[in-house]
């Protein structure tokens, strides 16, 4: 008899972690693997985060258990930022911070669904998201942008895909895996069709703010006709290289807030709390470090592109925010070389890794079959080593 659930066989296993997986154990082997497979900044968390997690031990203060929510002090804070840097009306009775955004997003599906709602998911679209609904036993619908639309599903769209049974939206932007970022104008297109659907939630997953190269980050929230339906999903990692300190957070309506506070309660309580005085610091202190950061993935991003476009047979568009390509590889299938058949884009992935010894991600995990998802959170050498490589492996497909 098997011990183990339909919910757990059912799952899938985020394609990222499985990548990274290979990839390890390739290098545990002693094989050189650039990985480009995994959503990680390479650069350390900046230092003045680090003494401020540094105070917080020597204070010994933070010692016990933390509020399941996060402490008052640091939910404020947070609900300042929110106020003042992305116009939401929030404070910390809004607040919620979890051990990371995939915490905050499984904490708002399981408070928000029951069996059979439908939630319609922006695709392409991060790699959790569908599992973690399907675990809280929605449904997810997907509504799908195509590479000629630079990855961004319609308002049309849309509205086309709401039923009866629509409780609630996902996207993210700056988005993962396209790297796209949604105008004023896409918003605000959006937000005239949930006028006419008034019992719609949104979840706004703005993980990537701090990395958009537009100058334009807009908050869904911030309108005025949103501010009750929209749950907005941040934190610290990406954009202060904070990934291992496992802090996200959201504000969202209080009942909302209150009911995912009680989820978390019931699984791993508050988050570790140096860690919440370190994002706290990130937060509230310096952006200079951000901002840097930022510049320089801009750069790499320039250089990718170009090493991208001297690929024949690569199809790439040039990402407006995120750290990540996603360029169409079908010209690939069908291709072959020593007998082995490139059918997909897992097998062109698998192809890469063992061929040219560089670790990406199948699209398939993301709602594109035909692309992969490159991660230029790696230095220049490497950026520019894993291109070469790439190109001279595709090079030998016939």
Known sequence: MNPLSQRVINMEESATLAMAQKARDLKAKGVDVISLSLGEPDFKTPQHIQEAAKAAIDSQQYFGYPPVAGYLDFREAIAKKFREENGLESTAANIVVSNGAKQSIANIMMAMLDPGDEVLVLSPYWVSYADIIKVSEGVPVYVKGAIDTNFKPSAAQIEAAITPRTKMMIFSSPCNPSGEVFTRDEIAAMVAVFARHPDIYIVSDEIYEHINYTGDHVSIGSFPAMQDRVITVNGVAKGFAMTGWRIGYITAPEVIAKACTKIQGQSTSGANGIAQRAAMAAITTNLQPTREMAAEYKARRQMVFALLNEIPGMKTIMPNGAFYFLPDVSAFFGKTVDGRTINNASDLCLYLLEEAHVSLVTGEAFG???????????????????????????????
């Not at 050498?381 to 016939?398: S, T």
Request: net charge positive.
């Open 368 to 398: 594109v079959p035909e692309c992969v998802r490159l991660s230029y959170a790696a230095s220049r050498a490497d950026l520019q080593e894993a291109l070469r490589r790439m190109k001279e492996a595709l090079a030998r497909l016939q």
